[in-house]
């Protein structure tokens, strides 16, 4: 029986014995057990008081090959000290940790950064090391644990932490000169130029209500005080739009699995022409086949010019996953009314069923401006008539040697 669960009953019987044997040493034996059992009890219980374990990144967002901190600190703030610790923190195995050995975890997926010790009272103590992600993704940090224990170690305990951090990789990003695409009209001129819409941001009057005129126009408290429904008029505006269409299958059927390399194509490619798109100053949106990490929430991100935006749609890329949410052509007839009128629509694609080739070609009839950057040579099969196709393919591959 362990001597933590038997302090207490060895130190009486002890005592016990010693008075009925009259032998005194038996005794006091018995009343050091019993005391050494008391102070570890009531130093095992305080061990965690005052004492704080942190964990963290310098960094939530990187691109791959930028290196990233992560610290690791305990603070005891009290006059019992740790005669001996360990601690143990999580990292994905996909975050390379330099200079480390890392330990083996029972989660797939996931390893352990361990360290050693003993820290006295008010005493601090901080360990750095850096993390050198290689590939996009959403990787994850923690959770953590602190055991320790009495100087006697007969009550341990152990502390958990079960939050976690990600550090989120975005994909990598090439020029469009890189891809082989011009970098003024990379997909091509727009029919009969500039097109001119109305903003509905920017409201410039009121006008009587005509038939056909959509229920978001009518101005409800205008239409109150008039006693006739009124609509709003918009100001015009030239403003730019692209939405990005990413098609994450790489095989026909989800049960074949997928192609790695052809997925991380397609992310690049996407990331690569919203970066430039941004830069353009045009309003750039997302719309892709899959789910936000811990979410069943679909990928989709509404064209915006605001200074952020570049920001969450490489974000989202960055953690798409081979698992999809139905196919991309079924996204876009659930997304093809909300489509902003005279966008371009770019899709990226290393394959082009056929729903997504009817989808597209719907996109093209309905007077949208539509192209296809292909970066599989399989993506360049049955594209509808009408539809601008660019092909990628064997520059990823180039820069892929390269890297």
Not at 132 to 160: C, E, I, M, T, W
Not at 164 to 191: K, Q
Not at 292 to 314: E, G, Y
């Amino acid at each position: 029986m362990p001597f933590r669960d038997a302090w207490l009953l060895v130190g009486g019987l002890l005592i016990l014995a010693g008075m009925a044997a009259e032998q005194p040493v038996l005794g006091a034996l018995g009343v050091a057990v019993l005391v050494l059992g008391g102070v570890s009890r009531g130093w095992s219980r305080r061990l965690f008081d005052r004492l704080v374990f942190t964990h963290g990144l310098s960094e939530r967002r990187a691109f791959a090959g930028e290196k990233v901190n992560l610290a690791v600190t305990v603070d005891n703030r009290k006059l019992i000290p740790l005669p001996w610790f360990e601690w143990r923190v999580g990292v994905a195995e996909s975050l390379p940790v330099e200079r480390e050995q890392l330990a083996a975890s029972a989660v797939p997926g996931l390893s352990f950064i361990v360290r050693k010790g003993a820290l006295g009272w008010y005493r601090r103590q901080r360990w750095q090391f850096t993390l050198n992600p290689g590939q996009r993704g959403y990787h994850q940090v923690g959770p953590a644990s602190l055991r320790s224990a009495d100087l006697l170690g007969a009550f341990p305990r152990k502390l958990d932490q079960e939050d976690t951090e990600h550090l989120v990789v975005f994909p990598r990003v090439f020029s469009l000169e890189d891809l082989g695409l011009p970098a003024d009209r990379p997909f091509g001129e727009r029919r009969g130029g500039e097109r001119i819409y109305e903003d509905p941001l920017r409201i410039a009057g009121l006008r009587e209500y005509r038939p056909g005129d959509p229920l978001r126009r009518i101005d409800w408290k205008a239409t109150a005080r008039h006693g006739d429904l009124q609509s709003r008029v918009y100001e015009p505006s030239a403003q730019q739009q692209l939405y990005l269409l990413v098609n994450i299958d790489t095989m026909l059927h989800a049960w074949e699995g997928y192609l790695r390399d052809e997925l991380e194509r397609v992310v690049s490619a996407a990331a690569s022409i919203a970066t430039w798109a941004a830069g353009q100053r045009a309003a750039v949106g997302l719309l892709a086949n899959g789910a936000f990490p811990d979410a069943d929430r679909p990928i989709r991100l509404p064209p915006s010019r605001s200074l952020d935006q570049l920001t969450r749609v490489l974000e989202a890329l960055a953690v798409i996953q081979p698992l999809t949410m139905g196919d991309l052509a079924g996204a876009i007839e659930r997304e093809r009314g909300k489509l902003p009128a005279g966008s371009t629509i770019v899709v990226v694609a290393s394959l082009v069923p056929e729903p997504l080739t009817a989808a597209l070609a719907r996109l093209h009839d309905a007077g949208h401006h539509v192209a296809l950057v292909a970066t599989s040579r399989r993506a360049l099969e049955g594209v509808p008539a009408g539809v601008i196709v660019r092909d990628v393919s064997r520059a990823l591959e180039r820069l892929e040697a390269l890297a």
